[in-house]
């Protein structure tokens, strides 16, 4: 059975970090490429970021660019956001996905297994 489980989520002041983590069982990392998603209060479902099966390629959407950063253990079977110089903006709740080909990366159609996500909020 698939399971996707995030975690790291809470209160941050904005200008502050934080890390998102995803357990990932079920699945072999090396070879499953992960997704992250957010969904702001009133706001559908948007990309965040992707890293390949391989971990050679991340990908990320422009609004986070330079700001957030995907890595992942696969000893761990773990895949992280790291998220630094956060804002209101970033106030949503996170999506660890898995699944999707890497050229449908940004598609949340595409992806198989999904967490129940993780709630950031910002404060200013």
């Known amino acids: 059975q698939v399971q996707l489980v995030e975690s790291g989520g809470g209160l941050v002041q904005a200008g502050g970090s934080l890390r998102l983590s995803c357990a990932v069982s079920?699945?072999?990392?090396?070879?499953?490429?992960i997704g992250w998603f957010r969904q702001a209060p009133g706001k559908e479902r948007e990309f965040v970021a992707a890293?390949?099966?391989?971990?050679?390629?991340?990908y990320y959407a422009d609004v986070v660019k330079g700001r957030l950063t995907i890595s992942k253990d696969n000893a761990r079977n773990t895949v992280y956001l790291q998220m630094n110089i956060v804002n209101g903006d970033d106030t949503a709740v996170y999506y660890c996905?898995?699944?999707?080909?890497?050229?449908?990366?940004?598609?949340?159609?595409?992806?198989?297994?999904w967490g129940r996500g993780t709630q950031v909020t910002v404060s200013s």
């Open positions: 996905s898995a699944g999707a080909p890497w050229v449908l990366r940004t598609l949340q159609s595409t992806y198989r297994y």
């Open positions: 079920g699945l072999t990392l090396s070879t499953t490429n």
């Open positions: 890293i390949i099966s391989t971990g050679t390629s991340t």
